[in-house]
Each structure stands twice: as structure tokens, then as C-alpha cells.
Nanobody
């Protein structure tokens, strides 16, 4: 069982930066990802990182602006999403997710564990 707790959301202006954190309890042998869901839209993939870190993958809409990383140094490993050059269209509830294995998976249906979600609002 994995528990995921997100933090770091809030209200920022366009062009600002914000870093989200996801504290994961349990095994570190899970691929971790961030998804987001804007009002009236489906939940969509943002970024993924392998269990050991290093390898990452991003949605085209956030590539070169967002950076996913993880710290497995302690039992309560943490995944980060550094968001730069934020745009109003980045406004959404952001979710941390986990799944076993190392395959690239961008579908939310294939993730087993989810955080409660955290609001990010970018004003123009």
C-alpha cells in the first residue's frame, strides 16, 4: 500500500514558478507521475519518473517548462514537480500517482495509487 500526500499548490501569476511535492510512504520501487485536471476536462498526464529517478518523460504541453524529480534517500520518498513559466492554461488540480514497474505509462487508468489532489491557479 502506498499513500501519497501532495503539497505546495496555490495562486500565482503568469510567468511565475511553483514547486509541488508528493510525499510517498511505502516502497520506493514505484514509478511516479503527475497528472492534472482542469474544470470540465479529463485528467491528463503531465510527467513521469522511474523508480530510481534519472529517466523522465513529459507531456508536450509542459516540456521545457516543468521538471520532475524524486528523492529516495529516506523511507518517506518524495517526488517534486518544479513548474516554471506558468501559464493560465496550467490552472488545474494536480495529482500525484504511483504504479509498480518502469514502463512509460501516460494513462491515468494504469496508476494504482493517487494523492488527494492540490489546486494550482495561474492568473493572467
Amino acid at each position: 500500500q502506498v499513500q501519497l500526500i501532495e503539497s505546495g499548490g496555490g495562486l500565482v501569476q503568469a510567468g511565475d514558478s511553483l514547486t509541488l511535492s508528493c510525499a510517498a510512504s511505502g516502497s520506493t520501487k514505484y514509478a511516479m507521475a503527475w497528472f492534472r485536471q482542469a474544470p470540465g476536462k479529463e485528467r491528463s498526464f503531465v510527467a513521469q519518473i522511474k523508480p530510481a529517478g534519472g529517466w523522465t518523460y513529459y507531456a508536450d504541453s509542459v516540456k521545457d517548462r516543468f521538471l520532475i524529480s524524486r528523492d529516495n534517500a529516506n523511507a518517506k520518498n518524495t517526488v517534486y514537480l518544479q513548474m516554471n513559466s506558468l501559464k493560465p492554461e496550467d490552472t488545474a488540480v494536480y495529482y500525484c500517482a504511483a504504479r509498480p514497474g518502469m514502463l512509460l505509462v501516460t494513462s491515468s487508468l494504469d496508476y494504482d495509487y493517487w494523492g488527494q489532489g492540490i489546486q494550482v491557479t495561474v492568473s493572467s
